[in-house]
């Protein structure tokens, strides 16, 4: 076979992923507050980009802003002429004539100072009645409310200030700042202690004779090791850590189960006694460090609102405050493109006018996407709307994708991290997404919430002296039309954080 040199035309078809193409996909799966960052950056590095303020249409237009104007506001005491001057009538007037027609003495009003300092006056110390200053007003920039606001003091703040009074050497001083920056929220200290004495340059037990002073500090129970050494430090403050006590605390976990027989026969007391001393952990702080100022949670803002329509379906709409509003300033582009000094100049306004475009298109892309898969997922679960969680329909990113003709990838990415408003509350779009639970007789099927909320609610109902069992569970579901196997509903109730049937015998019987 001779090797021979030949031309060849092929033809193919490929998927390049452009830089706004890259865009366009990653501003279509951040949130809300991470798209607004995104576009804050933005507005900021490129010149050609500007925030869209809302202004109000002028009068001329028909629609006013919403003011408060002095002629509709306020009604005028007369039909007169001078009817809207009666406030400067008012203001004209002397003392006398007012302190006569209100039947009140002026003496006994005392206006705001306006932020100039007060002089007293010389006949105030001869004993003669004082007089107010004249004209006296208040400005609004005088105070500053924010400055009466107490800052939020901190767990470690807080622990420094007393740390001074148990440890006395510069050194171990700074060796207990150290402690106190690895402490959590709740006050713990988790650390290997090894390890945190070999990096100190310190003995273990002189590290471990700083934790125990520091331990005296408060709250009480900060710097404890474990639960059992929170809840032991604060006995101890309280003078009822006896050896009953301390077998209790050793054996907290049994208190979890509320396995009562076996609490009893550890700390060798009767029934009074150990209810009493339940009572006593029970008044105790596990976590003392959680009364102490922490980072603020951040609420959750939905992308899309859902309302009743006047027809009896629902209406989907964006939230409006969620999304960013930016414009393309041509203008400006036109103007420095013509005054370019050189090319590399001319690249870069170009290079940032093509990208001020795709961020506008891809905003507003982004925008319809939201809207038309809320839309769909709002028409496929208008049960759950209209009756409730028991009603939640079994559905998967392809049954959306599907029905608005995207492909699943692209529901994914819309459904992450967005929220809905709905008369029920505020959900995550992933959660209309659940698996299919098969239905007996041939019924339909429901979905995974569904099942779980029937799960709950038996259990919440069932009788103290009859508590249900997986089992039990099973079977009262198949009576309901759900086929689901035992495994199924342990993984439910476990997923809920609802502890097994012992467990609840325990509980109930220990609470009657």
């Not at 202004?55 to 001329?60: I, K, L, V």
């Not at 929170?230 to 077998?247: H, S, T, V």
């Not at 493109?337 to 290079?351: I, N, R, V």
């Not at 569904?450 to 709950?456: D, G, L, P, T």
Request: with cysteine; hydrophobic share 35%; aromatic share 6%.
């Amino acid at each position: 076979m001779a090797l021979t040199p030949k031309l060849e035309i092929r033809q193919s078809q490929q998927l390049v992923m452009t830089p706004q193409l890259m865009q366009a996909i990653k501003l279509l799966q951040l949130s809300s507050l991470d798209l607004v960052s995104y576009v804050e950056n933005e507005l900021e590095s490129n010149p050609f980009l500007e925030r869209a303020e809302e202004e109000y249409p002028s009068s001329g237009e028909g629609n006013e802003a919403p003011s408060l104007d002095a002629g509709e506001a306020a009604s005028t005491p007369s039909d007169d002429e001078g009817a809207g001057d009666w406030m400067e009538s008012q203001l004209e007037t002397s003392p006398g004539e007012i302190a006569s027609r209100m039947d009140a003495d002026l003496q006994n009003v005392f206006p705001d100072d306006n932020g100039t300092p007060q002089t007293v006056d010389p006949s105030v110390q001869k004993g003669e009645q004082w007089q107010p200053p004249s004209n006296g007003a208040i400005s609004s920039g005088d105070y500053n409310l924010e400055a009466f606001v107490a800052a939020d003091v901190s767990l470690k703040d807080f622990l420094v200030e007393q740390m001074s009074l148990v440890v006395t050497s510069a050194a171990d001083q700074l060796i207990a700042k150290d402690l106190i920056d690895s402490l959590d929220d709740s006050g713990y200290l988790y650390i290997d202690e090894a390890e945190t004495a070999e990096r100190l340059g310190i003995a273990p037990e002189h590290l471990d004779r700083i934790i125990k002073a520091l331990q005296a500090l408060e709250p009480s129970g900060v710097f404890a090791r474990s639960l059992n050494e929170c809840l032991a430090i604060q006995l101890r403050e309280k003078d009822r850590f006896d050896p009953a006590m301390e077998k209790l605390v050793e054996n907290i976990d049994l208190l979890a189960k509320y396995d009562m027989a076996s609490l009893k026969r550890l700390c060798e007391v009767d029934d009074e006694d150990l209810t009493e001393m339940i009572y006593e952990i029970k008044a105790l702080n596990p976590k003392p460090g959680s009364s102490f100022g922490s980072e603020a949670v951040q609420p959750v803002v939905p992308d899309a609102i859902v309302r009743p329509g006047n027809d009896g379906g629902w209406v989907v709409e964006l939230n409006s405050e969620t999304l960013p509003r930016v414009l393309v300033n041509q203008s400006y582009y036109s103007e420095i493109s013509t005054s370019a000094k050189s090319d590399g100049d001319l690249a870069y306004f170009t290079d940032c006018i093509q990208t001020a475009n795709w961020l506008v298109k891809s905003l507003d892309q982004r925008a319809k996407t939201i809207l038309k898969v809320a839309s769909e997922i709002v028409r496929q679960q208008d049960g759950f709307l209209t009756y409730g969680v028991q009603h939640l329909r079994p559905m998967n990113l392809k049954t959306i994708a599907d029905a608005i003709s995207m492909h699943e990838s692209t529901v994914s990415r819309v459904t992450s991290n967005k929220y809905i408003a709905t008369p029920r509350g505020i959900f995550e779009l992933k959660y209309f997404f659940s698996s299919s639970i098969n239905a007996t007789e041939g019924g339909d099927a429901l979905s995974g919430e569904a099942v779980r909320y029937k799960i709950k609610q038996l259990i919440d109902n069932e009788d103290p002296k009859a508590i249900l069992s997986d089992d039990t569970l099973v079977k009262l579901l198949k009576e309901d039309g759900v086929d689901i196997a035992r495994r199924t509903v342990a993984k439910y109730r476990e997923a809920m954080k609802i502890p097994s049937s012992v467990q609840r015998r325990r509980e109930k019987k220990a609470k009657s």
